[in-house]
C-alpha cells in the first residue's frame, strides 16, 4: 500500500480515489496564495507567443508552477490520469471530473398525487433543502477554518506576500478567532512577528484590536508580556484605539484571589524587561484614569526593578499630595 502523507507544504495527504473534496481545497488555497488560481479558473484560451513574448512567457511560467503543484500533490494512480496533459487548467477539470463525488440528483415522478401527498412530498423538499443549506454551511465553516489555518501558518513562517493575499480574498479572516488565541494579530504577536503585526494592525478596524482571546487578553496585552521591547508596535495599536489603554486583563481568571484588575500599565511595570514599555504607555494613560492603589503598584513595582525615572518620582508626588491632603502626614 502506498504511503500517501508526505511532508508537503500543499497538502497533508496525496490525492487519492476518496479524499478529492479536502484535497482539491487545500490545492486551491496554496494556488490562490501563490496567485497562480487565475491560470485554473481561466474561462479564455491561453495566449500563444504572437500575442507577445512578454505574456507568453509570464503565463508560461505561472501554467508551469501550477501544474507543477497538482502533479507533486497527486498519489501514482491519480497522477496517472493527467499524466500528459500539459495545462493546470485541464489537468484540474480532468481531476475534478474523475474524482469529484457526484452531487445526489433528485427523483421524480410522474402521475397524479394527491392532495395529501402533495403536502407529505413539499415538506420532505423542504426538509432536503434546509439539509442541503445545513452542509453547504458546513462546507463553508470548513473553508473557512482551512483558510485561517493556512494564513496562521503562513504568519508563523513570516511569509506576508502569502498571507495578505489570502486575506485580500477572505477578508473576515482579518477578525477571525483561530483555535482559542485570538486573531491572527494575536498569533503573529504570539510568533513575534513585529512587521506583519503592524500591517495587521493597518488593515483593522479600531474595534477589532479589542478583541480579546479565551482567557481576556487583548493583542496589545500580549506585546507587552511577550515583545515587551517592541514599543513601536503597542503605539501603533495604541494609536489606532485608545481605548485599548483602559483594557483591563482579569487576572481572577487565574487567581481567584485577586479581585483587582491590571490594566496595560500596570501590566508593563509588572514586567522585569517592561521599562520602556511602560514609560511609553504612561506617557499617553490619562493620570485621571489611575486611582491610588495604581499609583502604590506602580510605586513598588518600581522600586522592585530600580526603575527610578518619571513615572515613580510623579507617582510619590501624586500619592504624598493625597497623603498631605487629607492629614495623614
Known amino acids: 500500500m502506498t504511503d500517501t502523507v508526505v511532508p508537503s507544504p500543499i497538502v497533508h495527504e496525496l490525492l487519492n480515489q476518496n479524499n478529492y473534496e479536502d484535497w482539491s481545497l487545500r490545492v486551491k488555497t496554496y494556488l490562490l496564495a501563490k496567485d497562480l488560481w487565475d491560470v485554473v479558473e481561466a474561462t479564455t484560451e491561453p495566449p500563444k507567443r504572437e500575442d507577445g513574448e512578454v505574456k507568453f512567457k509570464a503565463w508560461s511560467k505561472s501554467n508551469a508552477e501550477a501544474l507543477h503543484s497538482i502533479q507533486v500533490s497527486c498519489g501514482a494512480d491519480t497522477f496517472s490520469l493527467i499524466r500528459g496533459t500539459s495545462t493546470a487548467k485541464v489537468a484540474w477539470d480532468i481531476l475534478a471530473e474523475k474524482l469529484k463525488p457526484a452531487e445526489a440528483s433528485q427523483a421524480t415522478g410522474t402521475g397524479e398525487i394527491s392532495d395529501d401527498h402533495t403536502n407529505n412530498n413539499s415538506n420532505i423538499v423542504e426538509a432536503e433543502q434546509e439539509n442541503d443549506a445545513i452542509e453547504e454551511s458546513s462546507h463553508e465553516g470548513d473553508e473557512d477554518n482551512h483558510v485561517n489555518q493556512t494564513i496562521k501558518d503562513f504568519v508563523r513562517r513570516g511569509d506576508w506576500d502569502a498571507a495578505m ?3 485580500k480574498r477572505h477578508p473576515k479572516a482579518v477578525t477571525a478567532i483561530i483555535g482559542e488565541d485570538g486573531t491572527i494579530l494575536h498569533w503573529a504577536v504570539f510568533f513575534k512577528k513585529v512587521d506583519i503585526a503592524k500591517e495587521l494592525v493597518h488593515l483593522m478596524r479600531p474595534k477589532d484590536l479589542e478583541i480579546k482571546n479565551s482567557i481576556g487578553l487583548t493583542a496589545l496585552h500580549l506585546v507587552i508580556t511577550g515583545i515587551p521591547e517592541s514599543v ?3 503605539k501603533c495599536m495604541v494609536e489606532k484605539n485608545k481605548k485599548l489603554l483602559s483594557i483591563v486583563f482579569p487576572p481572577e481568571k487565574i487567581n481567584p484571589l ?3 484588575k491590571t490594566t496595560p500599565l500596570l501590566m508593563a511595570q509588572d514586567y522585569e524587561g517592561g521599562e520602556k ?4 504607555l504612561y506617557s499617553v494613560t490619562p493620570l485621571e484614569t489611575l486611582n491610588d492603589s495604581d499609583c502604590a503598584t506602580l510605586i513598588i513595582d518600581g522600586f522592585r526593578f530600580k526603575r527610578f525615572g518619571k513615572i515613580n518620582i510623579q507617582m510619590i ?8 491632603f487629607f492629614g495623614i502626614i
Open 165 to 167: 493575499e489570502l486575506l
Open 232 to 234: 513601536e508596535l503597542a
Open 258 to 260: 485577586m479581585a483587582a
Open 277 to 280: 514599555m511602560a514609560q511609553y
Open 317 to 324: 508626588i501624586i500619592i504624598s499630595g493625597a497623603l498631605i
